[in-house]
């Protein structure tokens, strides 16, 4: 029943910038940690960033300094702001969530919750 909506992915230029957008709804009664993947043709999904529930954050060493990972525990979503984007960060980017839910009457601490993905290019 929990779900992960992603939004903000499109096409952009080499050195611009793009803001990831995803949201969790359901039957949730806390969020551990939120992060960010991608995933390119034929290459293994990696981690791109994440944040804790106590907002410690880690970044691939691809992205430092361009990425920036950001949560609202209120609202239970996750921000990734992605600036001087460059060709080879062409992706989707998948948004994931470790949350504490109850399905069927069992509690599940923690579910791995993954998003659709959002298509982002980035062209030269």
């Known amino acids: 029943q929990v779900q992960l909506v992603e939004s903000g992915g499109g096409l952009v230029q080499a050195g611009g910038s793009l803001r990831l957008s995803c949201a969790a709804s359901?039957?949730?009664?806390?969020?551990?940690?939120m992060g960010w993947y991608r995933q390119a043709p034929g290459i293994q999904r990696e981690l791109v960033a994440r944040v804790t529930s106590g907002d410690s954050t880690n970044y691939a060493s691809s992205v430092k300094g361009r990425f920036t990972i950001s949560r609202d525990n209120a609202k239970n979503t996750v921000s990734l702001q992605m600036n001087s984007l460059k060709p080879e960060d062409t992706a989707v980017y998948y948004c994931q969530a470790e949350v504490e839910t109850v399905v069927r009457d069992i509690r599940y601490r923690w579910l791995e919750v993954w998003g659709q993905g959002t298509l982002v290019t980035v062209s030269s």
């Open positions: 359901g039957n949730i009664f806390s969020i551990n940690a």
